[in-house]
């Protein structure tokens, strides 16, 4: 039994809560080493690069959150941490620099406006993404947003949930659009329709074993399966409670869903899960997703009439909480207090009518957040780093930021990209589904161990999903934006993503990557 499953064996993590007050008295010192595991059932996490300091992930279901909400947490960000908030590409927000003596008043700040930081870590279903603009998209065939938060409002809290074998990622979207990265989720609940009893029913089809980490991206297997909005709920439940009773729990680099339907195989998964059921499910419909790609930045006509959203670029995902409180402000006085989170670090501020957008995008704030970003700013996606992260090995968002600079500068007419940046092979930057993906290492050049990447180009998810294509090896960080003058001019997607270019990873290798 490995290490993390005894201390699971010995205590649910739930039951951490009661000796929080505790170690807020006591100090962090006091925090066992099994209790620091446990923390982060609360969504704590006690990080190497800043010893004493937690972070603080808070879950956003769908990424939908409000302007009460943001102000909060900026407040939080600001009275207790270091005043920097980031954007996740799972649609949450990590607070930084957080001390334990302060945690039972954030937690009782989070709770008066009704968020929460449970089950974000560790072995738990963690935030259910969805499209950010769910209810307002003028091409989404069905608005999935109160599927995913009745889903998380059935596990969060629930001792049936809080003992897998590993994370478990979940998507529900009801978009056409591809903005959430489907193919990589443990779960995921994709737009679909089918033909029942002579009616054209819209429901969603079913993909399980998702993944990236340093496996490389396992791209879901749709389970033939069809369920309609109101089987949701109790489906994504027995899934999960299937993955519970038959993950491997032995070894932790091989405990990922994708494993479990490697070994089983989607038929043999499917007959288990009509067993648990103890029903048939309807076999799959027709794919609604379009081949292409819509991150949901700009300014935007709503399917409401007289209504837009404003999509604001948070460049590398990070913001301060004094232009968070902005955002909450703008989103009062433009909008109906409505803020939504993007898996591209975007903050989508929706419900302004025609009349007010002229007045809303010369905002001095917009200056920095802005919704017309160049193409180049416009796609860069960025982890965490070593700043804050200690599995990743070198410093992602400020190299990000750097590259994203000199090429605007340099240079002109740039197509639509995306450039995401993964600090290591855990792949939290989304790096192997991206136009040019940049993957964290230390290389050694002319004597010197530098900061460096690995390039690959061409990964995509949607109805046909692709493995990005490693091109360049160990390039040094100080020189990329060179090398990439090189490559950003001559991209087109059609030939990065050419059909038929290579086959797409089936079999996870080893994932090294812990829970984070």
């Known amino acids: 039994m490995n290490k993390i499953e005894a201390l699971k064996l010995e205590q649910d993590g739930l039951d951490v809560r009661g000796a929080i007050a505790r170690y807020a008295r006591e100090g962090w010192e006091a925090i066992t080493e099994d209790d620091v595991q446990r923390l982060k059932w609360y969504g704590l996490f006690l990080r190497n690069p800043t010893p004493g300091f937690f972070m603080i992930r808070v879950r956003i279901p769908n990424g939908r959150t409000t302007a009460e909400q943001v102000r909060t947490l900026a407040n939080i960000a600001t009275q207790y941490g270091n005043g920097s908030i980031d954007l996740t590409t799972r649609q949450q ?72 074998p590993r994370k478990f990622n979940v998507v529900i979207t009801g978009c056409p659009d591809n903005c959430v990265h489907a193919e990589t989720q443990d779960l995921a609940l994709v737009p679909a329709t089918r033909q029942c009893d002579k009616t054209d029913e819209v429901g969603f089809n079913v993909l399980v074993g998702g993944k990236l980490g340093s496996g490389g991206y396992r791209i879901a297997s749709p389970l033939d399966v069809f369920l309609r909005p109101d089987e949701v709920v109790e489906v994504c439940a027995a899934i999960v409670l299937l993955y519970r009773d038959h993950g491997n729990r032995e070894l932790r680099t091989q405990n990922r869903l994708a494993f479990l339907i490697d070994e089983w195989g989607e038929a043999r998964f499917r007959d288990e899960l009509e067993t648990r059921l103890k029903r048939s499910l309807m076999r799959a419909g027709m794919d609604a997703r379009k081949l292409g790609k819509n991150d949901h930045a700009g300014v935007f006509r709503q399917k409401q009439p007289g209504l837009n959203y404003v999509g604001l670029k948070v460049a590398v995902g990070r913001i301060t909480g004094e232009d968070l409180l902005f955002v909450a402000e703008l989103a009062d006085r433009y909008g109906t207090g409505d803020i939504r989170i993007s898996p591209a670090q975007t903050l989508i501020v929706p419900n302004i009518p025609d009349r007010r957008i002229g007045s809303l995008v010369e905002e001095p704030l917009l200056r920095s957040l802005p919704y017309n970003a160049s193409e180049v700013f416009k796609g860069l996606v960025s982890c965490v780093g070593n700043d804050y992260c200690n599995l990743a090995v070198i410093e992602t968002k400020s190299r990000a930021l750097e590259v994203a600079q000199q090429l605007e500068q340099s240079l002109t007419g740039v197509k639509p990209i995306t450039m995401h940046w993964s600090g290591c092979p855990a792949g939290c930057g989304n790096h192997l589904v991206a136009d040019i993906g940049l993957l964290g290492k230390r290389a050694k050049v002319n004597g010197e161990v530098v900061e460096a990447v690995d390039v690959f180009v061409g990964g995509r998810t949607g109805p046909d999903p692709k493995p990005a294509l490693k091109i360049l090896e160990d390039v040094p960080c100080n020189k990329l934006a060179s090398v990439l003058e090189g490559l950003v001019p001559y991209h087109t997607r059609a030939k990065l993503h050419k059909t038929g270019r290579g086959k797409a990873v089936s079999r996870p290798q080893v994932e090294v990557s812990q829970n984070s």
């Open 93 to 164: 927000v990590q607070l930084r620099h957080i001390r334990i003596e302060s945690v039972p008043a954030i937690f009782e700040a989070m709770d008066a406006v009704g968020l929460t930081s449970l089950q974000t870590g560790m072995d738990n279903i963690r935030n259910v993404m969805g499209c950010p603009l769910a209810g307002l998209n003028p091409s989404e065939l069905i608005d999935a947003s109160p599927l995913a938060q009745a889903f998380t409002e059935h596990f969060v809290g629930n001792r049936a949930f809080t003992n897998l």
